[in-house]
């Protein structure tokens, strides 16, 4: 099964950037859909953006015009440009893949441990 390692979570001020990056154990090319979801605290998981294994994109209306997600399957690695943050996207960022697809990118079968985010005022 393929293990997915998040990094590029910190601190930024808002209106400021991250970019955050997923690597994978295995090449992923077009058979994996992926995507990122996010979970604050007290709140419920939220799909952020995905990829589906035609290379379509999704986003979620919270993050659209602001995040941009991405693939570079050379380097196994799945990625996630957030510009213009604002302190409600604080959050622990989960990247996420699965075989099949799922009508929520948190309900993919494989996930990493997170990487969190913090944006403040």
């Known amino acids: 099964q393929v293990q997915l390692v998040e990094s590029g979570g910190g601190s930024a001020q808002a209106g400021g950037s991250l970019r955050l990056s997923c690597l994978a154990s295995?090449?992923?090319?077009?058979?994996?859909?992926m995507g990122w979801f996010r979970q604050a605290p007290g709140k419920e998981r939220e799909g952020v953006a995905g990829?589906?294994?035609?290379?379509?994109?999704w986003y979620a209306d919270s993050v659209k015009g602001r995040f941009t997600i991405s693939k570079d399957n050379t380097k196994n690695t799945l990625y996630l440009q957030m510009n213009s943050l604002k302190p409600e996207d604080t959050a622990m960022y989960y990247c996420?893949?699965?075989?099949?697809?799922?009508?929520?990118?948190?309900?993919?079968?494989?996930r990493g441990r997170g990487t969190q985010v913090t944006v403040s005022s």
């Open positions: 295995e090449y992923t090319d077009s058979r994996y859909y």
């Open positions: 990829i589906n294994t035609h290379g379509n994109r």
């Open positions: 996420a893949a699965d075989l099949s697809a799922r009508t929520r990118i948190a309900d993919y079968s494989y």
